[in-house]
């Protein structure tokens, strides 16, 4: 049986070590969502990354939650090399993209309520 794990480096798809533009992240999503749709199993390697924000990993990864169900994300992805605040920030968008594709209806409610009780200052 072929070995089907690839492996995906951020450093290498990013070309650097700030993995901080959602359009870096975007690229590291359809990279990700054509092993899954092959059902690949990916491992995501985060060696050499000095910088990560939520706006690249919910590229990344938040949007994966939108097309394939967690099952099947548990399953598929790996993470290596990453640092403990970074997995941290990780899970933290892991956790919003599962609420958010729930029902995007209402997160985006919650969003815009939110916003508009921010600017009465």
Do not use: W
């Amino acid at each position: 049986m072929m070995r089907s794990e690839m492996m995906i480096s951020l450093f290498e798809v990013v070309g650097s070590p700030l993995c901080v533009a959602s359009g870096d992240g975007q690229k590291v999503y359809e990279r990700l969502a054509a092993a899954f749709g092959k059902d690949r199993k990916v491992a995501l390697s985060f060696h050499n990354v000095s910088t990560l924000t939520s706006a690249f990993l919910n590229a990344a990864i938040g949007q994966l939650y939108g097309r394939f169900s967690e099952e099947q994300i548990l399953t598929l992805l790996q993470v290596e090399d990453i640092q403990q605040d970074d997995l941290a920030l990780l899970k933290r968008v892991i956790e919003t993209a599962k609420q958010y594709f729930k029902d995007p209806e209402k997160f985006d409610q919650a969003v815009r309520d939110a916003m508009e009780d921010g600017d009465g200052e």
